[in-house]
């Protein structure tokens, strides 16, 4: 159980972080634009996955050191 959700803490940012790459690159209309183009939903996207995957990793291995000690 506890590999499972430390496998999808590291998982699921990377998979977001490929999205936001795969949508960031996909040909702009204009020339003049940069290549990279990030929007709001994109950031919010990443930033989501990475809080979520980090607040999960903390807190599984927070729960087996208490779980340890007693």
Not at 22 to 28: H, T
């Amino acid at each position: 159980m506890n590999i499972m959700i430390i496998i999808i803490s590291i998982v699921l940012p990377i998979i977001a972080f490929l999205y936001v790459l795969i949508e960031s690159n996909k040909p702009a209309i204009s020339v003049d634009q940069p290549k990279l183009k990030l929007n709001v939903g994109h950031i919010v996207v990443l930033l989501g996955a990475f809080t979520f995957g980090v607040t999960n990793l903390i807190y599984t291995l927070n729960k087996n050191n208490n779980s340890k000690k007693k």
